[in-house]
């Protein structure tokens, strides 16, 4: 498998479009085009943001906002911080003329590494630059500076970067969070289990980017959380990281909900196990929306019934685990700070 390409980002004109005749003000007055009052700032909520952290590769902004971008435009797009190509590092070196002043110093920054720019202004001689003066493969592809960029190109870069670099290899997944993922929930029409596992877990960019979302906070990463698996409403069945040094194994395993509930489920991936094994899920264990206010309105119409093929699978990979779930549920916070002031406090 070839190493990850880097994906160059350009702002002004391909995340955020400048339509007919906005070019100037970006070229006349670049301050107030970075001012967070600028109205076009709006535009770039458009921007699929989510598709560009599923691309696979490493994303850099390469732009004439330098640092500006992770503070005005990563927060916008839930991004996070990322690496920033420093041009004035190449302030003294010639540039032949009708080349773009960005396109030598990209492929400084690639050192020979397989990369993808997007941009509006490359032209037929940047791309044949590229070709002579670096040694990897480079993918230069032009954005229309008044749509800016579109989910038909991200699809293009992806299938460039698959062709290139491969898919990217999933986590390592251990053998009792693979059971719970492998197997069926049946939801019977809301008397069963409301839990749609995955078939791997969530790439950590793209937990970060909803995290981000979800908190406000620009600083999280994604690898506070590995999602295995959601409910019907978007809520996330997930392993918190919280004990450091811990393998994914020994980590608790809790419930984000889409509203903003929080539970601890069990402590660990074998507890889990059993907890699911039980025939019970997500929604079956009290959520808090504030601190210490526990919510829980039991479903008449819920029937809980032992998972057959799960019971097999915990009795083969963990037999001494084997407990109540009210004790599973129980035992599940000890030792661990409180989820609900955890999650608070990484909220902005």
Not at 232 to 239: F, L, Q
Request: glycine share 10%; aromatic share 10%; charged share 25%.
């Amino acid at each position: 498998m070839t190493q990850r390409p880097i994906v160059f980002l350009d702002i002004d004109g391909t995340l955020l479009p400048l339509g007919p005749g906005d070019r100037s003000l970006a070229v006349d007055d670049p301050g107030a085009w970075r001012a967070q009052s600028n109205p076009q700032l709006g535009r770039l909520r458009r921007a699929p943001s989510y598709d560009l952290v599923r691309l696979g590769g490493e994303l850099v902004w390469a732009t004439a906002w330098g640092q500006d971008a992770n503070e005005v435009v990563a927060p916008i797009l839930a991004l996070g911080q990322l690496p920033v190509v420093d041009f004035e590092e190449d302030d003294d070196v010639p540039v032949p003329g009708g080349l773009h002043w960005k396109t030598a110093s990209l492929v400084r920054h690639a050192g020979g590494c397989p990369f993808v720019w997007l941009d509006d202004e490359i032209r037929d001689l940047d791309q044949q630059w590229v070709e002579a003066a670096h040694p990897g493969p480079a993918l230069l592809h032009r954005v229309s500076p008044t749509s800016g960029l579109t989910e038909d190109d991200l699809a293009l870069v992806k299938a460039w970067v698959q062709e290139i670099a491969g898919p990217p290899l999933p986590d390592v997944v251990p053998p009792p969070l693979r059971a719970i993922m492998d197997a069926w929930y049946d939801y019977d029409n809301g008397r069963g289990v409301a839990f749609e596992p995955y078939l791997e877990l969530e790439p950590v960019a793209e937990t970060g980017w909803w995290l981000r979302h979800w908190t406000g906070n620009p600083d999280v990463t994604g690898e506070e959380f590995r999602p295995f698996g959601q409910d019907g409403g978007g809520g996330y069945a997930c392993s918190w990281m919280i004990r450091e040094g811990a393998d994914l194994v020994d980590q608790p395993v809790v419930y984000l909900g889409s509203d903003g509930d929080v539970a601890v489920l069990a402590a660990d991936a074998w507890d889990a196990l059993w907890f699911f094994a039980h025939g019970f899920g997500p929604h079956d264990v009290p959520s808090e929306f504030e601190p210490g206010e526990r919510y829980f309105k039991p479903d008449p119409d819920r029937t809980v019934r032992p998972h057959v093929e799960l019971a097999q699978a915990a009795d083969r990979l963990a037999p001494g685990r084997r407990r109540a779930v009210d004790q599973i549920v129980a035992d599940a916070t000890v030792g661990l700070p409180d989820l609900r002031t955890w999650v608070d406090d990484l909220c902005r």
